[in-house]
Nanobody
Framework: QVQLVESGGGSVQAGGSLKLSCAAS????????MGWFRQAPGKEREVVAI????????YYADSVKDRFTISEDNAKKTVYLRMNSLNPEDTAMYYC????????????????????WGRGTQVTVSS
């Protein structure tokens, strides 16, 4: 049974930092597409960052490039999202997604249609 559990959200002031974690279980962690999406009130869900686990490629939305970093710990089966220089536009519910199919590459569409999502962790940035 695939499970994704997010943690690390919270409230920070603009310019602050947070680190989100997504602990995965129920599937092999190696060479899998995993990532973070977010959804703000009244807006559609959007991709934030994705990673092909086991040292593979990464992808970032333009709005978070150079501020956010996605990483993984294979031993802990955990994906992280380090968020720096946060601004109020980053306020959203952040969701972890996974595609348990083994892959050699990973694009946002491999996750956006996935059946496997965490429950989300709220990030609120005040000005």
């Amino acid at each position: 049974q695939v499970q994704l559990v997010e943690s690390g959200g919270g409230s920070v002031q603009a310019g602050g930092s947070l680190k989100l974690s997504c602990a995965a279980s129920g599937f092999s962690f190696s060479s899998r597409c995993m990532g973070w999406f977010r959804q703000a009130p009244g807006k559609e869900r959007e991709v934030v960052a994705i990673i092909l686990t086991d040292g593979g490629s990464t992808y970032y939305a333009d709005s978070v490039k150079d501020r956010f970093t996605i990483s993984e710990d294979n031993a802990k089966k955990t994906v992280y999202l380090r968020m720096n220089s946060l601004n109020p536009e980053d306020t959203a519910m952040y969701y972890c997604a996974a595609n348990p199919t083994r892959r050699s590459y990973c694009f946002p569409e491999h996750l956006s249609g996935s059946d496997y999502w965490g429950r989300g962790t709220q990030v609120t940035v005040s000005s």
